[in-house]
């Protein structure tokens, strides 16, 4: 007779037939359970669900001790997709028999990209896809199984501009072009920055940089600047007015745990950022916004 706390002694096992898919994409989930001994199972459910992580509210404390007070964040979530679907009801299983069942899902073409932002002091933030797979049965532990899906944007990327990308910045100094050959990149890309300066004003400079930035706001949470990478490509300049030049760098995107994304709680932004820097002076500066996918 099986205990109510011991699961049955069998072979349990899920497999995924991808764990990489994009929007559209056709997923099967396989179960195979080979008991050891006989058992009753009630219900067998495979669930997929998406769900998104952000700082949901800050709270502040007040000790009339010390006087003093305190900022504590806390969590939120939301489901963006839950896809649920039982493949067994009430059956007998019998010990050394073989049992397969398959489930079929499809990526929902709206399905947002899984994201793993920096941690907001002990909050985990970002995008989650996860397939539980579960058996419940009678009178004794449950068979239980939990996987992690990464979805990624579609190939075709709509939102991202395939032309040149070009922003301009002009102050009193000099007039800044950044000019970028794509607005997209994924995992592990090069990106070609060009960024040519024309002087109107006698001006030192002690750097010329690129940097690629990513900035993260997930919830209430103030967005923060993360550096992806840094090239310098020359300093020690003195720049005469109605004088030209032009640099070239290229940046490296790394591997990409949080791509560009936008919903209603949370915005993954990347940034290329060019700057001439000057000591003891205000540096020019110039960005422009480039998508940034898996």
Known sequence: M???FRRPAAD????LSETTLRPGDQLK???SIIPKEDFQARR???EIVCEESFVDDLRTTHNVTTSGSSTRRYKGTRIHSRYEKVFMGDSTMRRGLSYSFDVDWTVPINAPPTANGVRVDSIDVGIAW????????????????SQELSVVAPRAISNAPSSPLV???TDGRCALTLTLPTGSARSCDTVDVSLRAEISQDMRVSEVRAELIRVEAFGLHVGKDYREDLVKVD????????ESREWRFQLKTGQVFAPSLRTDNSVVTWLVKCVLARR???DARIEQEIWVGV
Not at 12 to 15: G, H, L, T
Not at 235 to 242: A, E, I, K, N, Q
């Open 2 to 4: 099986l205990s109510g």
């Open 12 to 15: 349990f096992r899920v497999e």
């Open 29 to 31: 989930v396989r179960v």
């Open 44 to 46: 067998g459910r495979v």
């Open 130 to 145: 996860t397939v539980t797979t579960s058996v419940d049965v009678a009178d004794a532990g449950d068979f239980h199984d």
């Open 167 to 169: 922003a301009q910045n």
């Open 235 to 242: 300093g020690g300049l003195t720049l005469r007015r109605g």
């Open 280 to 282: 003891m002076r205000f």
